[in-house]
């Protein structure tokens, strides 16, 4: 398989943002949104900047832990919510970017259609 065409730094730091990249590129945004690893950059991408801010909570005197348990108030909801919106937001990104935003829900579909098959041929509808 030919290496997929990257964006240069400019360009990523743009989609990273939400800009659209150009159509020679629509390989490696599928690749990005639908391909293996998918999942786990897009809450990286949520979550990674918020760390930092999240950080000034520690300058906070006292107990360890009531910085901790304030960092944590905001964060596990951020988390929350960006799975929530994790499918929502892949499909938009893909519209914007000219492609089909059912592919999201493409690796479910091959599953459920392989699912189905192998109930058909077990019980002889195939």
């Known amino acids: 398989m030919p290496a997929l065409q990257r964006p240069t730094f400019g360009q990523y730091v743009g989609y990273q943002f939400g800009r659209t990249l150009p159509d020679s590129l629509q390989d490696w945004v599928r690749n990005d949104l639908v391909g293996p690893g998918a ?19 520690l300058l906070i005197p006292g107990p360890i832990w009531i910085p901790l348990a304030m960092m944590a108030l905001l964060f596990i909801p951020l988390v929350y919510f960006a799975v929530a919106l994790m499918q929502v937001y892949r499909r938009h990104r ?8 059912d592919l ?4 479910a579909q091959r599953r459920a259609d392989r699912i189905r098959d192998d109930y058909e041929r077990r019980h002889g509808r195939a």
Do not use: M, N, W
């Open 39 to 57: 999942s786990v950059r897009y809450l990286i991408r949520f979550t990674v900047p918020v760390l930092p801010i999240l950080a000034l909570f």
């Open 94 to 101: 893909l519209q914007s970017h000219g492609l089909d935003p």
């Open 104 to 107: 999201v829900a493409e690796k």
